[in-house]
C-alpha cells in the first residue's frame, strides 16, 4: 500500500487493473484502517478517473454476492448521497412509485453514510426485513414489484471500509461506486449524483458498458430532480438542460425537501407522502423523479405520459400497496440470511 500511496500522493492515475487490484486487497482485508482511510483521502483531494472508476467497479462486482434476476426486466433508482442537502428519502419514495406503475424494481442501497438517513434506515424502520436469499427476492419481485438489496448483506467484503466510511464522516468514492455496483446489475437504471463532473463521469462508464440509463444533477448540488431549479438529464442517447417548467411542475423552495433529523421522523414523511398527506412540495418532486425513471426505460414516451403514469400510482395508492404487500411479505414468511451463490 506505501507504494500505492505515493503514486497516487503524487498525482499519478490507477489504470483498471491497478484501481481493480487495490479494492480486492483492501476487501480481502490486506491493508490496515490507517491505509484504507489514506486511499479513500486521496479522491477527495482529486478527480477520480473514469479507468479508476471503472477498476473500483469491477473489483467490487467480483467480491459481492450475485443477484441473479432470471430474465426480469427491472430498474434500480438511486442517488449517490453526499450532495449534504438533507432531503427526504426521495429516489427510494421514487422506486415504489415506479413499482406501482407496473415496472419491477430492484433497488439496492444502505444505511446513511454523509446523511442521517439512508434507505436501508427509512425502510428498515417502515417493517422491510433485509435478506439475499434468492427465493426471498424473486418473491417480493413476483408479488410486490419490488425488492431492496442491502448492500453489506451483498458487499460483505466492504464491511470493515464501512465503519472507517462512517468515522470519516464524509462522501467517499463509495458513495459514486455505490448506484454502479447493484449484485444484480438491472437492465435499467436511473442515477441521482451531486456534481457536474461525477455526472459526465457517468456518462462515459455506463456508455462503455452498454447500459440503459438516465443520470440526473441539479445545478444547485442536489443528487436528484429537486425541482429548485435547473438539472441536468443524461441518457444514453444525449444530454439534455430543463427545469421545472419543462415537466409541468413549479419551482420549490430548498426548505420545502427536508427529510426531518431523526430515522423516525424520515420514516413518517416516506409514509405520509405514500398516503397522500405529503405538502404539493413533496408529492412534485417525488413524481418528478418518478416520472423520469419511467422514462429512462423508454425513451420514447413523451415526460408528461411517464409523469402521469407516475402520478396515478401515487395518488391512486398503488405506491402504498406495494410497501404495504412487501412488509407483508416480510412479516408473513421467515426470511433467511443466507450465501445465494450456495
Given at each position: ?21 487495490a ?11 490507517a491505509?484504507?482511510a ?23 462486482l ?16 438511486v ?8 432531503t ?23 444505511y446513511?453514510?454523509?446523511s ?45 471500509v ?14 459514486m ?11 435499467y ?64 423552495q ?33 413524481i ?6 419511467i422514462h429512462?426505460?423508454?425513451l ?43
Amino acid at each position: 500500500m506505501k507504494q500505492l500511496l505515493n503514486q497516487l500522493f503524487e498525482h499519478q492515475n490507477l489504470d483498471r487493473e491497478s484501481a481493480k487490484e487495490a479494492l480486492l486487497q483492501i476487501g480481502k482485508g490486506d491493508f490496515n484502517e490507517a491505509e484504507i482511510a489514506s486511499f479513500l483521502t486521496v479522491f477527495r483531494m482529486r478527480a477520480i478517473s473514469v479507468e479508476e472508476i471503472r477498476g473500483f467497479q469491477d473489483a467490487l462486482l467480483e467480491l459481492c454476492l450475485p443477484f441473479d434476476l432470471q430474465g426480469r426486466t427491472a430498474i434500480d433508482i438511486v442517488g449517490t448521497g453526499g450532495d449534504n442537502k438533507n432531503t427526504f428519502n426521495i429516489s427510494t419514495l421514487s422506486a415504489f412509485v415506479v413499482a406501482g406503475a407496473g415496472y419491477l424494481v430492484c433497488k439496492h442501497g444502505n444505511y446513511g453514510v454523509s446523511s442521517s438517513c439512508g434507505s436501508s434506515d427509512v425502510l428498515e424502520k417502515l417493517g422491510y426485513r433485509f435478506s439475499n436469499a434468492s427465493d426471498t427476492l424473486h418473491r417480493q419481485l413476483d408479488k410486490a414489484g419490488i425488492c431492496f438489496l442491502h448492500a453489506p448483506h451483498f458487499h460483505p467484503a466492504m464491511k470493515r471500509v464501512a465503519s472507517i466510511r462512517k468515522q470519516l464522516g464524509v462522501k467517499t468514492f463509495f458513495n459514486m461506486l455505490g448506484p454502479l455496483v447493484n449484485p444484480a446489475q438491472p437492465r435499467y437504471q436511473l442515477f441521482g449524483v451531486y456534481s457536474p463532473e461525477l455526472a459526465r463521469l457517468y456518462q462515459y462508464v455506463l456508455q462503455a458498458n452498454e447500459k440503459e440509463f438516465g443520470v440526473v444533477y441539479a445545478l444547485d448540488g442536489y443528487d436528484e430532480v429537486s425541482l429548485t431549479g435547473l438539472f441536468q438529464f443524461r441518457t444514453n442517447v444525449g444530454e439534455v438542460l430543463l427545469e421545472p417548467k419543462d415537466l409541468g411542475m413549479e419551482s420549490i423552495q430548498a426548505d420545502q425537501l427536508h427529510g426531518g433529523s431523526s430515522v423516525e421522523e424520515a420514516a413518517s414523511i416516506f409514509r405520509n407522502i405514500l398516503e397522500n398527506k405529503g405538502t404539493p412540495a413533496q408529492e412534485s418532486v417525488v413524481i418528478a423523479n418518478a416520472g423520469l425513471a419511467i422514462h429512462s426505460m423508454d425513451l420514447s414516451k413523451s415526460y408528461a405520459d411517464c409523469l402521469e403514469e407516475a402520478r396515478e400510482s401515487l395518488r391512486s395508492g398503488k405506491a402504498l400497496g406495494v410497501l404495504e404487500g412487501l412488509v407483508e411479505l416480510c412479516s408473513s414468511s421467515a426470511v433467511m440470511h443466507v450465501d445465494i451463490r450456495r
